[in-house]
């Protein structure tokens, strides 16, 4: 890694003279079912992550599909993440169908997969440094080359599996503070990899977190994704299903995710508005 970047943030390196706290406006957001999610698109939320660069301030992004908000309607804690990120993006098909259904449709999937690699491309450009945590032993170094590849002059503040007890957390987030890094993107999966980045941002130093899922997996080449037609009109979760039926779990969701917000719009609105 260049040693320049080491310890200091990008508005004193290469990233240009954002201020501090001067963030962008983002649109405004939808509710379904009790999480937020933001109107936006992939130039919206590139912009926006390069404004949290900027920023010398921590900031998470959270990429909400369906399996997300169901797990939410559970798990207090992990809504209430949902609802203090910095940025919420719509991550899936079903989220874009279950806004149509609340009555509030959102214009486009910005997936954590896109995100990922846009970020990538963009630190390139603009000269900030990004570290990979998450997958299994191998994965994270493997994704980073990848995308050293695709993106010259990338650096890659460091990479490390996600196999790695709780205990070992405070550790895990001052190596990666350590590393220098501004923008952290880490695959630990929904939700623990959220909880991991509210509880050890500060811990990190970085300016912009985001959990990314299994998209190491992806990006590394282990795993392949859909074609790109399939991506566009909304069947990505078919191809994964029959690339792996054991995921049938995930798609089970969709049904139940679009019949409670399906509810919720003429029950639910309506009992909290009396």
């Not at 493997?142 to 990479?159: S, T």
């Not at 050890?200 to 130093?205: D, I, K, W």
């Amino acid at each position: 890694m260049n040693a320049t970047m080491e310890g200091q943030r990008p508005a004193a390196d290469g990233v240009g003279a954002g201020e501090a706290g001067t963030l962008l406006n983002l649109p405004d957001s939808v509710e379904i079912l009790g999480c937020r999610v933001h109107r936006v698109d992939m130039d919206t939320t590139l912009a926006a992550i390069l404004d949290f660069v900027r920023s010398g301030q921590g900031h998470i992004i959270v990429t909400a599909d369906s399996y997300a908000i169901t797990i939410a309607q559970e798990d207090e804690e992990f809504r209430r993440i949902i609802n203090e990120a910095d940025l919420v993006t719509p991550d899936s098909t079903g989220v874009l169908l279950g806004s149509r259904f609340a009555g509030d449709a959102l214009p486009c999937r910005v997936t954590g997969c896109d995100i990922a690699q846009r970020m990538c491309q963009m630190a390139a450009r603009e000269g900030f440094t990004v570290y990979l945590l998450g997958a299994k032993p191998g994965v994270a170094q493997q994704a980073a080359q990848n995308l050293q590849q695709c993106y010259q002059g990338l650096r890659i503040a460091g990479c490390r599996d996600g196999y790695f007890a709780d205990d070992e957390s405070e550790a895990v987030a001052a190596e990666i503070k350590a590393s220098g890094a501004n923008a952290l993107l880490v695959g630990l999966g929904i939700p623990r990899q959220e909880k991991w980045i509210k509880s050890h941002l500060a811990e990190t130093g970085v300016q912009v977190a985001m959990g990314v899922g299994g998209s190491f997996d992806v990006i590394s080449g282990n795993i392949k994704r859909a074609p790109e037609c399939m991506q566009k009109h909304g069947l990505e979760w078919a191809y994964r299903f029959a690339k792996d039926p054991r995921k049938i779990y995930k798609l089970a969701v969709l049904p139940k995710f679009l019949l409670a917000v399906i509810w919720d719009r003429l029950f639910g609105r309506r009992s909290r508005n009396r």
